[in-house]
């Protein structure tokens, strides 16, 4: 089974704190993705990567950036915490393939920005 | 383009049918359906792949009309077990053109009662 985990289930930060939020996947995957996910919006895409050192912004990249230092570890970074990232924040990986193959997803960060 | 999910929430009693629907302005390649159960990561339930095919596993299924940018998810004679906010995927066109990329809908909150 592929195991998605996420370093905190759970975080509370004061506003202006840079704050970083680790995914790691235990499937060699290639492709990995950050969402958050807010009430009555879904799932909306912060960045994604294809692979190692490889980044790609998604529909809401503001206010956020990410580093992929190896294969495993996707990491989503917030340079400087605003009361409007308070958020669930999942990470997503999944294998390279023809369409979008099926994503599997860790258990969430819950952040909250004070 | 974000897919309009409907309803928005529905509350079921155990052994009643619901559906769910998920509609697109944009061509769809493919949609995807994930349930979330209340805690939990998304996970993956299914995939419906142009060409108006319809697809099931135990009393959940679901249909794809390419034509209309629409997918409903079908579920028969609903299980404690069913509820959980479903969400649709649509795989779309990119702005650019190059490739394409994945939107979530709001999601539908599905309670079933005993």
């Known amino acids: 089974d592929v195991k998605v985990t996420q370093s905190s289930r759970y975080l509370v930060k004061r506003t202006g704190e840079k704050v970083f939020l680790e995914c790691v996947q235990d499937?060699?995957?290639?492709?990995m993705f950050w969402y958050r996910q807010d009430p009555g919006l879904g799932l909306r895409l912060i960045y994604f990567?294809?692979?190692?050192?490889?980044?790609e912004k998604g529909d809401i990249p503001e206010g956020y950036s990410v580093s992929r230092e190896k294969k495993e570890r996707f990491s989503l970074i917030l340079e400087s915490a605003s009361t409007n990232q308070t958020s669930m924040y999942l990470c997503?990986?999944?294998?390279?393939?023809?369409?979008?193959?099926?994503?599997?997803f860790g258990p969430g960060t819950r952040l909250t920005v004070l | 383009q974000q897919p309009v999910q409907s309803p928005q929430a529905v509350i079921l009693r155990e052994g009643e049918d619901a559906v769910i629907n998920c509609s697109s302005s944009?061509?769809?390649?493919?949609v995807h359906w994930y349930r979330q159960k209340h805690g939990e990561a998304p996970v993956f339930l299914m995939i419906?792949?142009?060409?108006?095919e319809q697809k099931g596993h135990d009393k959940i299924s679901a249909s794809f009309n390419e034509k209309k940018q629409q997918s409903s998810l079908y579920l028969t004679a609903s299980q404690l077990s069913y509820s959980g906010t479903y969400f649709c995927?649509?795989?779309?066109?990119?702005?650019?053109?190059?490739?394409?990329?994945?939107?979530f809908g709001p999601g539908t909150r599905l309670s079933v009662l005993p």
């Open positions: 997503a990986s999944r294998e390279p393939g023809q369409g979008w193959p099926t994503q599997y």
């Open positions: 499937m060699d995957h290639e492709n």
């Open positions: 990567s294809y692979d190692v050192k490889m980044k």
């Open positions: 944009k061509a769809l390649y493919s």
């Open positions: 419906l792949l142009k060409g108006g």
């Open positions: 995927g649509t795989e779309q066109k990119r702005r650019d053109n190059y490739g394409q990329n994945f939107v």
